[in-house]
């Protein structure tokens, strides 16, 4: 069964120290990998895809095929890090499928 | 350019009313979805469209309508309001089923 897994719902760092936070996915297929964010009360925004292989505010995604893991990851978090993020997984025709989402926070 | 945008922003029904919500964009894509948002629960996806008269059920449809009789526009019914349904729901778009998908700023649904 295809399925993105988010194994944290809550993440609490502190300002400057490093963040990871962790997705793993199921798929037989080739995967498309997004990170999307959703700070407080706004729309979810793309933050990255495994394709585009560029840094974003910081945060870098590799994708391990062996490990089925597509782990976010920061050297150092930021207060306006604070928000809610998701990964998905696209399987490459209409369907889209995310993870329940882990929620950042970024203490001073 | 606006991309996504839904209405209405915020909206109190009695269990047993209909309503409709819109999702409207701009960036002349095929794809459109329509999403609601529950704690813990992630993204699930109720219905989506592949392009301008097409419709489909994804993973929670049941008690929702949606139509797409233009391309830019897709719609989210509901014909009777249940409390399960108080939700915050978003709409979204792409290119194809493999891109980026853009989302609009979501509808606050609440159902007494």
């Known amino acids: 069964a295809q399925r993105v897994t988010q194994p944290e719902k809550l993440l609490s760092v502190f300002k400057g120290a490093p963040v990871e936070l962790k997705c793993n996915y199921s798929?037989?297929?080739?995967?498309?990998l997004f990170w999307y964010v959703q700070y407080s009360r706004q729309r979810l925004q793309l933050l990255l895809r495994?394709?585009s292989r560029e840094s974003i505010k910081g945060f870098t995604a590799d994708l391990n095929k062996g490990e089925t893991s597509f782990h976010l990851k920061k050297p150092f978090a930021q207060e306006e890090d604070s928000a809610m993020y998701y990964c998905?997984?696209?399987?490459?025709?209409?369907?889209?499928?995310f993870g329940t989402g882990t929620r950042l926070k970024v203490l001073a | 350019n606006a991309g996504v945008t839904q209405t209405p922003k915020f909206r109190v029904l009695k269990t047993g009313q209909s309503m409709t919500l819109l999702c409207a964009q701009d960036?002349?894509?095929?794809?459109m979805y329509w999403y609601r948002q529950d704690p813990g629960m992630g993204l699930r996806l109720i219905h989506y469209s592949v392009g301008e008269g097409t419709t489909a059920k994804g993973e929670v449809p049941d008690g929702y309508n949606v139509s797409r009789l233009k391309k830019q526009n897709f719609l989210l019914g509901l014909e009777s309001a249940a409390p399960s349904q108080t939700s915050v729901y978003f709409c979204?778009?792409?290119?194809?089923?493999?891109?980026?998908?853009?989302f609009g700023p979501g509808t606050r649904l609440l159902v007494l």
């Open positions: 998905a997984l696209s399987t490459g025709t209409y369907k889209y499928i």
């Open positions: 495994h394709i």
């Open positions: 798929y037989s297929g080739s995967p498309e």
């Open positions: 979204a778009s792409s290119y194809t089923g493999k891109e980026t998908q853009y």
């Open positions: 960036m002349n894509h095929e794809y």
